[in-house]
């Protein structure tokens, strides 16, 4: 089993449209987590951190739930701009950090 | 600025040779990482390292190898063990708390013909 699985997509969707990922996580003893975005051809960056009470920035919204184990984000009223792949990532112990494979977002006029 | 840089950000070569990708910060980090990704694939840790002189093999270590000299540079080498060394290489760095997040370099794209 993978430490980190999202569900690969695509995620096609038209704009304005509100989509959700989820991301599993293995390891119980995970530290932190974050949502990265990536567009083709570019390293990753970060889209914003995911802590435990949720949090919001703008259309984004990101939960955890430490008991069965995963993180969501929640992208609202979609943008052409929001095209692109998002990576979840994991802090494990012993400054082990995981992403996983990454979902892909096509956002449609 | 304070960043990461990789170098160079393409790179050509024979199979068998042994190839070695920079990596340098400036953000005083104590943790870095190389990753690879191939396409449309996510990213694979290759090593990491914690602290000077150490380092810790990730989950497709085989046919690479790493040093930590010095805490600005982790450079990668891509040895001719390496069956299939093809692919995008992301370099990260973070600070030593559990908590924060990881920076990125703008990643080197090897291709061996």
């Known amino acids: 089993r993978k430490e980190v699985e999202q569900d690969p997509g695509p995620f096609n969707v038209p704009e304005g449209a509100t989509v959700a990922f989820n991301c599993t996580y293995s390891?119980?003893?995970?530290?932190?987590f974050f949502w990265y975005r990536q567009d083709c051809r570019k390293e990753p960056k970060l889209l914003m951190s995911?802590?435990?009470s949720g949090n919001e920035d703008g259309r984004f919204t990101a939960q955890l739930n430490r008991a069965s184990q995963y993180i969501s984000l929640l992208i609202r009223d979609s943008k052409l701009s929001d095209s692109a792949t998002y990576l979840c990532?994991?802090?494990?112990?012993?400054?082990?950090?995981?992403f996983g494979a990454g979902t892909r977002l096509f956002v449609k006029a | 600025d304070g960043g990461i840089t990789q170098s160079p950000k393409y790179l050509f070569r024979k199979e068998g040779q042994n190839v070695t990708l920079s990596c340098e910060q400036n953000l005083n980090h104590d943790a870095m990482y190389w990753y690879r990704q191939d396409p449309g694939q996510g990213l694979r840790l290759i090593y990491y390292s914690q602290i000077v002189n150490d380092f810790q093999k990730g989950d497709i270590a085989e046919g690479y190898s790493v040093s930590r000299e010095k805490k600005e540079s982790f450079p990668l080498t891509v040895t001719s063990a390496q069956k299939n060394p093809t692919a995008f290489y992301l370099c990260?760095?973070?600070?030593?708390?559990?908590?924060?997040?990881?920076?990125f370099g703008q990643g080197t794209r090897l291709t061996v013909v």
């Open positions: 990260a760095s973070r600070d030593s708390s559990m908590n924060t997040e990881a920076f």
């Open positions: 990532v994991v802090n494990v112990g012993g400054f082990k950090t995981i």
């Open positions: 995911v802590y435990s």
């Open positions: 390891n119980s003893a995970s530290q932190s």
